[in-house]
């Protein structure tokens, strides 16, 4: 019935008109060119109409629905967030509909806590008791509030089965699976588990943040990414953060390594010629010292993760399949005038359809010829109050734009610059 319901709403075409409006005027207010109207193109009694269309959205199981659904309620608070508290509450309606407490948590600065909300009746009862079904508490208090399907992820491995999780990039299957090592950690008297990345950089990532979650423990908690064997590391609770490379090197150095644990992410790797092979191998070895030993692959959108546990034999597989990504993603458009260097030309994908959002003027000419030099200021200029990735072929056309970056940091912070950040390195392959 819902979806027949949005399946209706979705083809009028008010609506689109509608939703087309507002998302313009979302993303000319996020590059700074808005009109200087909040509402942009789209009044009050629209704006409540699309209000209406995303509750009966999120209550979907249709991935467009519930994506647009998403995007009219973050839309919304972006314009009426700091005035209008009816907004707040029917925006945290709708992402608790939607399962996306993250969300909420990050508009509404309540990482932690409870929404403040008017909400009433049946729309508070539904709101509040889906959150604490999504709710992981210590010592008796909420710490994180996750997604529905990160909650999937954790009850898995909470029953100790093992589980092959396909998900967009976005999902945060990794978030959910390294507080769920870090509670283990906590919690249990002997625990040891592995985990595999393909990147030595991912390491480091995957290290730091298991160390921030633990960093409240008073027990000695090791986090390894070196391949020494646990006696010589005193390891009875920790982590072996790995490539399967250095897990080789491990398993020919322990002769005795109990794993409770072993983490596969990037797991589709298993196809990938002589690095697919050793990681096949070092697998079927762990398995052999550790029958009991509970798996976790991941990966991003396989179409058949249920080989995983075929192709080790493994008795039960849990397979987790998500196409849902609990973010918006926007393609937006940046054209250079060949005439007038100063002045960039935004457009964008709305609602599947390319739109003109307006003109920005510049401080700096962009020549044509100089594409590392664009790039460079581009990401600067849009990106430069966040963290931000920029992509590029080629290592040492990337050193130079990460160089040209420095520069442009520094011109604007020049007093703020010290010695430490001078040496910074801002690119890293």
């Known amino acids: 019935m819902i979806n027949e319901l949005s399946e209706k709403i979705w083809k009028h075409g008010k609506f689109h008109e509608n939703y087309t409006s507002l998302l313009e005027a979302n993303l000319r207010a996020s590059l700074n060119i808005s009109s200087g109207d909040e509402f942009g193109l789209i009044d009050v009694s629209?704006?409540?109409?699309?209000?209406q269309a995303a509750a009966v959205f999120a209550g979907s199981d249709d991935p467009k629905y519930r994506q647009a659904s998403y995007k009219i309620a973050t839309a919304t608070w972006k314009f009426t967030g700091k005035t209008e508290r009816a907004y707040k509450d029917i925006v945290t309606l709708i992402l608790s509909r939607l399962g996306n407490f993250p969300t909420g948590d990050y508009l509404f600065g309540s990482f932690g806590k409870w929404i403040d909300t008017n909400l009433k009746g049946a729309p508070w009862f539904e709101a509040t008791s889906h959150r604490?079904?999504?709710?992981?508490?210590?010592?008796?208090d909420i710490q994180f509030v996750f997604t529905d399907f990160q909650v999937r992820i954790w009850k898995t491995l909470y029953e100790g089965k093992s589980l092959a999780v396909t998900a967009p990039t976005s999902a945060g299957k990794s978030f959910a699976l390294q507080l769920f090592l870090a509670s283990k950690l906590l919690k249990v008297e002997a625990f040891i588990s592995i985990y595999l990345v393909p990147t030595r950089a991912l390491i480091n990532q995957?290290?730091?943040a298991l160390y921030r979650l633990i960093e409240t423990s008073d027990e000695e908690i090791i986090i390894s990414s070196v391949p020494s064997p646990r006696e010589e590391l005193n390891m009875h609770k920790g982590v072996y953060v790995l490539t399967q490379e250095r897990l080789q090197v491990l398993l020919d150095a322990s002769g005795d390594l109990p794993v409770d644990?072993?983490?596969i992410d990037e797991s589709q790797m298993l196809a990938e010629g002589a690095r697919g092979v050793i990681l096949h191998s070092v697998l079927e070895r762990l398995k052999e010292r550790n029958p009991d030993i509970q798996f976790?692959?991941?990966?991003?959108q396989t179409k058949n993760p249920d080989l995983y546990g075929k192709i080790f034999n493994l008795d039960s597989v849990v397979t987790l399949s998500e196409t849902e990504s609990p973010v918006a993603q926007n393609l937006i458009f940046v054209n250079t005038n060949a005439t007038k260097q100063n002045i960039l030309s935004l457009s964008a994908l709305v609602d599947g359809v390319r739109r003109d959002l307006g003109?920005?003027?510049?401080?700096?000419?962009?020549?044509d010829g100089?594409?590392?030099?664009?790039?460079?200021?581009?990401s600067w200029f849009f990106g430069r109050a966040n963290k931000n990735l920029v992509y590029y072929g080629g290592q040492a056309a990337c050193e130079d734009i990460a160089t040209k970056l420095l520069d442009l940091f520094k011109k604007e912070n020049s007093e703020d610059v010290d010695s430490e950040t001078k040496d910074l390195p801002l690119c890293s392959y």
């Not at 100089?370 to 581009?378: G, P, T």
């Open 261 to 263: 644990l072993i983490v």
């Open 206 to 208: 995957v290290t730091s």
């Open 296 to 300: 976790l692959f991941g990966s991003p």
């Open 46 to 51: 629209d704006l409540q109409k699309l209000l």
């Open 359 to 367: 003109l920005i003027k510049i401080s700096t000419e962009l020549y």
């Open 370 to 378: 100089d594409k590392l030099q664009k790039l460079a200021y581009l």
């Open 132 to 140: 604490v079904d999504n709710a992981f508490f210590s010592d008796g």
